[in-house]
């Protein structure tokens, strides 16, 4: 099946630098991905739509200078979280639509779990 | 407004016993309707999904699922549960439409005692 990749799964950086989380789709394309932050028990909110070729589309209230997203290939969207502070740590997961699904089903990465100190 | 609601945040089992997690949803539109399962710090996994064809609808793990128009109901069902389905459950909608939009439910943690 469909298996979506996230790299790092665990990351801790200092405050006021930046990280990258990579989201690859491991054998299938995927022009369209998307990214959520999940606040401890809390669902997960979207963040942005990941489009290949073209910019993100942000939801209200998340800063695209603060995150930034990259779909450089079919395969590949990397999230940035610039110049990171304590309030970012969070859970960040992304997803890809399965593809010949008809039914838009998504299947989820793992999971980066970002801490900042 | 198209929206997914969630009953209950917490729900309790003795193992064995049967599991079920509640979900409604409102829409204008013809949903379709997903469960996913998060265990502790990982991601999401796919238990079933639901769309327009059978009502009730089987998935991994002995799960299942009905769902049912009239009441915009899609609640999940387990005959009896064990241990191992203690995790965070979390109902999907994607209304269609021009956009499409991924909604997700506040989700519902279930513990199932011993």
Not at chain 1, 36 to 54: C, D, H, I, V, W
Not at chain 1, 74 to 96: G, R
Not at chain 2, 4 to 10: E, F, N, P
Not at chain 2, 54 to 79: C, D, M
């Amino acid at each position: 099946g469909a298996v979506v990749s996230q790299h790092p799964s665990w990351v801790i950086c200092k405050s006021g630098t930046s990280v990258k989380i990579e989201c690859r789709s491991l054998d299938f394309q995927a022009t369209t991905m998307f990214w959520y932050r999940q606040f401890p028990k809390q669902s997960l909110m979207l963040m942005a739509t990941s489009n290949e070729g073209s910019k993100a589309t942000y939801e209200q209230g998340v800063e695209k200078d603060k995150f930034l997203i990259n779909h450089a290939s079919l395969t590949l969207s990397t999230l940035t979280v610039t110049s990171a502070h304590p309030e970012d740590s969070s859970f960040y997961i992304c997803s890809a639509r399965s593809p010949g699904s008809g039914a838009n089903v998504l299947t989820f990465g793992a999971g980066s779990r970002l801490t900042v100190l | 407004a198209q929206s997914v609601t969630q009953l209950d945040s917490h729900v309790s089992v003795s193992e064995g016993t049967p599991v079920l997690l509640r979900c409604n949803y409102s829409s204008s539109y013809s949903p379709s309707l997903f469960w996913y399962v998060q265990h502790p710090n990982k991601g999401l996994q796919l238990l079933l999904k639901y769309t327009s064809a059978a009502t009730l609808v089987k998935g991994i793990n002995g799960f299942e699922a009905e769902f049912k128009k009239s009441e915009t109901s899609f609640h999940l069902t387990k005959p009896s549960a064990h241990m191992s389905d203690a995790a965070e459950y979390f109902c999907v909608v994607i209304f269609s439409g021009g956009y499409q939009k991924v909604t997700f439910g506040t989700g519902t943690k279930l513990q199932v005692i011993p």
